[in-house]
């Protein structure tokens, strides 16, 4: 079940879950930095989906993502 129990901080790599507005949760998601601290939402994963993780480890290159609140991201592997 998703949502239960403590946040685990996922590493660089690991599969993650998002939690919408809509309160549902999404996978084909991968954390691409560790935390770091946002005026706006606090504590933040970058995170990218899961075919530009893919393309930009084999193009050798940093892949392109987007900042998620650690509070509505779910780490799993």
């Known amino acids: 079940m998703f949502g ?5 901080v996922p590493d660089p790599g690991q599969r993650v879950r998002l939690l919408g507005e809509d309160k549902e949760w999404r996978g084909g ?3 691409i930095s560790g935390p770091s ?3 706006a939402y606090g504590v ?5 989906e899961e075919e530009e ?8 290159r940093a892949p392109v993502g987007m900042p998620w609140p650690l509070d509505r991201l779910e780490a799993y592997e």
């Open 53 to 60: 993780w893919e393309t930009a480890t084999l193009k050798r």
């Open 44 to 48: 933040i994963i970058w995170v990218a």
């Open 4 to 8: 239960k129990g403590p946040r685990r």
């Open 29 to 31: 998601f991968r954390a």
């Open 37 to 39: 601290s946002d005026d």
